[in-house]
């Protein structure tokens, strides 16, 4: 029908889930906001040098392959997985005005293959998503990687600090914002952490292995 706007299922989730989040958090006193703020200052940190090592090594070469070029390869895929605490931890660190324009955008009709949170001057996030921070693409990797090993070990070490918030085979930060929301009442489908059979399966996996850890430990007689 002429006239009538289409938006997505992946804009739909992606909404509903951001205005939850800042609903839920309006309601929060300001020591419980200060509360998820400390629960999350780690996290920053690693974002804070993420963002620095990439703009130390990449900026240079990513402005000119991707911006100038309008290559963008990162930013040109619709539909970029986004995590529960992803917009969580955006919107707590986001203006009103800033949120909103996510809002603005999710609601506008599909405008092509690229992702829906590309504006004029890059991403509209504030905290982009993990999976957008820890992206690089082929070209960047050789080029940079291969000039400049000691880089390549730095990125690996940050890799490896990333998994600590974000792969659940032992407690992480992703997981535990999920389930306050969660005793909160609320439920979204990017709550992956309690819904993805693939993250299920690593949590159950590793629940199993400290349970077997546990029983052997207590099996073991002290030698004296
Ligand atoms: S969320 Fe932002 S960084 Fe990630 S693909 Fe979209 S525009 Fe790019």
Redesign the pocket.
């Known amino acids: 029908m002429a006239g009538t706007i289409h938006i997505s299922e992946y804009n739909q989730e992606q909404s509903k889930t951001i205005q939850m989040v800042r609903n839920h958090l309006k309601t929060l006193s300001r020591s419980e906001q200060t509360r998820i703020k400390t629960r999350i200052r780690s996290y920053l940190l690693f974002r804070k040098e993420v963002a620095e090592f990439l703009q130390h090594h990449f900026s240079e070469l990513c402005t000119q392959k991707c911006y100038q070029n309008h290559y963008s390869a990162?930013?040109g895929?619709e539909g970029?997985t986004t995590f529960f605490a992803d917009v969580l931890v955006n919107v707590l660190m986001s203006s009103e005005k800033e949120t909103g324009r996510l809002l603005q955008v999710l609601g506008l009709s599909d405008i092509g293959a690229k992702?829906v949170?590309?504006g004029k001057t890059g991403?509209?996030?504030r905290i982009?998503?993990i999976v957008?921070e820890m992206f690089l693409c082929e070209h960047a990797r050789k080029t940079v990687f291969g000039r400049d090993p000691l880089a390549l070990k730095e990125w690996k070490r940050l890799r490896l600090r990333n998994k600590r918030y974000t792969w659940p085979n032992r407690p992480v930060l992703f997981d535990d914002l999920e389930s306050c929301f969660i005793r909160a009442g609320h439920s979204s489908t990017l709550m992956y952490f309690h819904n993805s059979p693939g993250l299920l399966r690593v949590k159950r996996l590793a629940a199993k292995k400290r349970e077997t850890a546990l029983q052997e430990s207590h099996r073991i007689k002290p030698l004296v």
């Open positions: 990162c930013c895929r970029i992702c949170y590309l991403c509209l996030w982009k998503p957008c």
